[in-house]
């Protein structure tokens, strides 16, 4: 990867006189197992917070923004090459000031800088290393980083004093150059209003369907959210299509999950949490029985349905945040409706009321954070993965209950994360206190789970159709036109998005 300022960063010299201050590392104080683990790092790492952006701006230098997650061997690998070493730590140190974020106990954080940079390189994944002006502004960065390339000039070693360099030597540009990914991003992470027109979606869902094709022939890419969301679009047009090569590739796509659903998911391709991408394959294995009656096809989504309830992490408060459990459950519940699987209902609606009890305040919303933790930040995506589970509750049991929690998310939604052009903001207007949070965004296509914009008109939908009240499938579509005039880098990122989609256009 070349620095967007190599041009001019091979002028700087090497060489950095600047004031050595060491910090504390601070990730003994964080709620999570994979931040505490970094407490032994020779890194002086700090915690995502305004006083951390406030001491980049006292002592003018860069902050170093490292994003990374239990499940992704790409940062366990930077973290045993990379930061265990002590000179590595001097380094950053006396030049930056570091900050290091779990992308699952701040998804917006990784969300946000995920987008920064493939900006400025193209490339996507985890881990994340972006080096930000004191503002939040990303100016450089990348994935993975060896600790040393003396060859490409792209190891740590080498990046860390150019990049130190360039700030103090050609702050101008630097500016400049963080405004303009900045405003890139942010144009990504907004709506465009269109209309919802039928032979656009028509031509967009062929796209996925040529891509998810290539995937089922050569066994790639499958274990993803991603690409387990182009699945369901495959599977929502071939229930509604008589076209036998709907049928074709529903089958083929059947096939490969019902005999390598499991491995796919341990090797995601990009270190995806593999309980959740099991759990859209488990979905689209029932959604697939019900299409194709095949009895394997059956027996492997109850098999791999008693596997995902089986998960010890779902009832252990500490482990799973709110978005991904609740997709989780939400995901078993639709599975076990689909195949007439009575106790895997049960098991699912039981982890529901514990996700419920611990993380879900009627009038308030959901919370994002871990059990122990005091954190009570909002997002978007936690209050549409909550509400889309207890939808499936609700067709599960027809308890009213449930229907009420979905209701009352609902109106979180249009209370505290609605955008009055349209659509939701990923969090909610109390969160932007950190400056490199204060442009809202809105997230649509597909990531590490379904787009959040995408799946809250999923949810108004069925909100609509289960109390009989037009107003959520005006808002459901509202949400749609949103960003109808918006593309994605790839198109497979739109797979939730287009079922939503099909599904509106196939009622009017």
């Not at 150019?162 to 890139?184: G, K, P």
């Not at 299509?241 to 390598?260: E, I």
């Not at 590490?448 to 009989?468: F, S």
Request: charged fraction near 25%; proline fraction near 4%.
């Amino acid at each position: 990867m070349r620095s967007p300022f190599a041009p001019f960063v091979a002028l700087c010299a090497i060489s950095c006189a600047t004031e050595h201050r060491q910090f504390t590392n601070e990730m003994a104080q964080s709620a999570t197992s994979y931040l505490a683990r970094a407490a032994g790092e020779p890194v002086g790492w700090q915690r995502w917070t305004r006083a951390t952006f406030s001491l980049a701006a006292r002592l003018d230098r860069p902050i170093l923004l490292y994003i990374g997650a239990e499940d992704c061997r790409g940062c366990a690998a930077m973290d045993r090459e990379t930061y265990a070493s002590a000179e590595v730590g001097a380094v950053i140190d006396s030049l930056f000031v570091p900050v290091r974020v779990d992308r699952d106990e701040r998804p917006d954080v990784a969300q946000r800088y995920g987008v920064a940079v493939e900006v400025l390189t193209g490339l996507r994944g985890y881990p994340l290393t972006v080096f930000l002006t004191p503002d939040g502004s990303a100016f450089f960065g990348g994935t993975y980083f060896p600790a040393d390339d003396p060859v490409t000039g792209r190891g740590i070693k080498q990046i860390l004093p150019e990049v130190a360099r360039s700030f103090r030597t050609h702050r101008d540009f630097i500016v400049r150059q963080a405004a303009l990914v900045r405003q890139l991003s942010l144009n990504r992470q907004t709506g465009a209003h269109g209309v919802l027109e039928p032979g656009a979606v028509a031509a967009r869902v062929d796209r996925v369907r040529a891509a998810l094709a290539q995937a089922v022939d050569h066994r790639l890419a499958l274990g993803t959210v991603a690409y387990g969301q182009a699945a369901e679009l495959a599977l929502a047009a071939a229930a509604r299509s008589a076209d036998p090569k709907d049928l074709r590739l529903a089958r083929a796509l059947l096939d490969v999950l019902a005999d390598s659903g499991d491995v796919l998911a341990a090797k995601g391709e990009r270190d995806e949490p593999p309980m959740v991408v099991r759990a859209g394959m488990v979905r689209n294995l029932a959604l697939g029985w019900g299409l194709i009656e095949e009895r394997r096809y059956w027996e492997a989504a109850r098999r791999g349905l008693e596997n995902l309830l089986a998960e010890r992490r779902l009832d252990e408060p500490n482990a799973v945040f709110a978005d991904r459990a609740a997709y989780v459950i939400g995901a078993a519940l639709e599975a076990a409706t689909a195949i007439g699987d009575s106790a895997a209902e049960r098991k699912g609606v039981a982890a529901l009321d514990t996700l419920l009890a611990r993380s879900y305040v009627a009038g308030r919303g959901v919370r994002h954070g871990p059990g122990d933790s005091t954190e009570t930040r909002s997002l978007l995506q936690d209050q549409v993965q909550v509400a889309s589970a207890a939808m499936a509750a609700f067709r599960a049991t027809g308890e009213p209950r449930y229907l009420q929690v979905a209701a009352d998310l609902a109106a979180v939604l249009e209370r505290d994360f609605a955008d009055p052009l349209g659509g939701y903001f990923d969090a909610s207007e109390a969160d932007r206190a950190v400056p490199g949070l204060v442009d809202r965004t809105q997230q649509v296509w597909d990531n590490l789970l379904p787009g959040a914009n995408a799946w809250a008109a999923r949810v108004l939908l069925q909100l609509a159709e289960a109390t009989g009240e037009a107003g959520y499938r005006r808002r459901a579509e509202a949400t749609m036109e949103a960003f109808a005039g918006l593309a994605p880098t790839d198109e497979v990122l739109a797979s939730s998005y287009l079922t939503v989609a099909q599904a509106i256009l196939a009622t009017r």
